[in-house]
């Protein structure tokens, strides 16, 4: 099942189910008004929503307008980050310059919430000098969790899963990091892929808490990376029991895997620009590829080889913010 | 003017105005269900909250029963804490044995904001050897504030200013700093006193953003501290102004001050446990007192000398999390 949210107007949008080829869609009405209300009462959603995914696919429905489309959740009350892929915190290192850091536990901050860009909107920065950044990542909308949830538990919280583009200002990054306290500058407001999709409409590409689907990225309309979801050191279920050791998390928690990144970056490149300066770093000495300018486009989209894009696209620009 | 949100079985509860003496109250009813959606149209709401608070003070109302008070923002969008006392940093430093931390931008982490404990809950943590302790100190609540606001023009945005305990778990605090990516563990929900006030409603005791009360705390009965919020070394504006630097700040945002501390700490005593340790470390070689331990109770109240507390006082006790 696919779930996504048209604008209407109100800050949350209106939930919509989607047919698998992204094409019609079916609205809930009262019963589900935003996907926040869903997600804060599943139990008693979701077979609602089963029941439109079903109608969709005997062909009922009407045209889904593509560009109505907002972030599936456009506001949520938690967004946990991880940093899930050693890859990326291995070249990391080297693009910040930082000790090697623990990696006993996942590493996880906490990153503002309020609002997710939609898949097509225009970005705004204050300036190139802060040094633009896009991550391609993958992440999981959990119901509510307990405090104290085991990772082989936290499975059955795992409800949705979403694409995000974590945008980062990297030049502030390294500042903020050096402070202990985590980042608040260097992590404005993320865009989130049009479609939600439940594990099982993943089938073989959601194995061990992992999307093992590749991430094809487009800087300016060429290839940038295309890495695959699969080699995260530790699972969504794991990063959830993290995050849940101490806290309950409310129902509408997104929890992030971090910049995806594999092994054999020389193959399938990278999902972030600073990565690709580490490499350079590593290979020539100095960083040659500069951040972004603003007028610049990113393209994002998770597909199997030759098979569908379960969360739709991300294709948007970074512009000026002015005020 | 003071707000208090009433539990009524929803997770926002019900917005009430409560009259000076903190005796009675006066419901806005449909014109304003919960104070996240009043300061969400705070241009509309306030007027209609205001004439309540007349109505108050002409001994309308009807009795307050204060065992029913929430939070007065029970869940929120957005939880950006400072740490603006330059007393509680260089203490941290010691009880913590890190590097001196950067001073010439406020120090802030991003918390979570979909739960705060009312003033009289009982407070569950997994265990007594995280190292429970608490931390009074001040926040406030803005309105929506556009990226890029300067802090002189953020005063106009501090709609209310509230009173909160912000719990940390000291032994996972060291290791989350080191990984550069702030809490996630170590700083679970926090707990906020009664009643919001507006600025105006503090008198003399808001002066250049800054709450200048003393923040009386007693642990298990006993006085521990009584510092004053005055000390502060980036205001509540300038706190603002660096949240907003790179994002727009949602309505209903919290901006905290990070724990109260006076240079004058031999007289007046600390706003957290982890600071009386420093304390002691410093003077002895040793700290001496332990974290907090299941049953324990705190007390936090913020006061005038002789005069009202206009957030109302914290009571509560620590007990085991059970599930």
């Not at 906490?110 to 225009?122: H, T």
């Not at 608040?184 to 689907?213: H, N």
């Not at 959830?240 to 092994?263: E, K, M, Y």
């Not at 600073?274 to 994002?300: H, L, Y």
Request: aromatic share 8%.
């Amino acid at each position: 099942m696919r779930l996504a949210t048209r604008g209407n107007g109100t800050p949350d949008g209106e939930l919509v189910v989607v047919s698998a080829d992204g094409a019609r869609c079916l609205s809930p009405g009262e019963q589900c008004l935003n996907l926040l209300a869903a997600i804060e009462r599943w139990r008693d959603a979701e077979p609602v929503l089963r029941t439109l995914s079903e109608r969709l696919e005997r062909g009922e429905g009407e045209l889904l307008d593509a560009a109505a489309l907002r972030a599936p959740l456009p506001r949520t009350w938690q967004w946990l980050d991880g940093s899930a892929f050693q890859t990326h915190a291995d070249l990391m290192q080297v693009a910040f310059g930082h000790e090697p850091l623990p990696t006993d536990k996942p590493l996880m901050y906490q990153g503002l919430s309020d609002r997710f860009y939609g898949p097509r909107d225009d970005v705004p920065f204050r300036s190139e000098s802060d040094d633009i950044d896009f991550e391609g990542e993958f992440a999981v909308i959990v119901d509510a969790v307990p405090m104290g949830t085991r990772a082989a538990d936290a499975f059955d919280h795992i409800e949705l899963v979403v694409q995000i583009n974590d945008w980062s200002l990297r030049a502030l990054a390294v500042p903020e990091m050096n402070t202990g306290f985590g980042w608040i500058q260097a992590k404005p407001a993320c865009s989130m892929a049009p479609f939600a999709s439940t594990p099982d409409e993943l089938g073989d590409a959601w194995r061990d808490g992992r999307v093992c689907l590749d991430l094809l990225i487009d800087w300016n309309g060429e290839r940038f990376g295309n890495a695959n979801g699969c080699e995260m050191g530790f699972g969504f279920h794991e990063l959830i029991a993290h995050a849940a050791a101490t806290r309950d998390l409310a129902a509408g928690t997104i929890v992030g895997s971090g910049t995806v990144a594999n092994a054999d970056y020389a193959r399938v490149g990278s999902s972030c620009i600073a990565e690709r300066r580490a490499i350079e770093i590593i290979a020539a000495g100095e960083a040659k590829t500069a951040f972004m300018r603003f007028g610049d486009t990113v393209r994002m989209e998770a597909r199997s080889a030759g098979g569908p894009a379960p969360f739709g696209m991300i294709s948007q620009a970074v512009i000026e913010h002015t005020s």
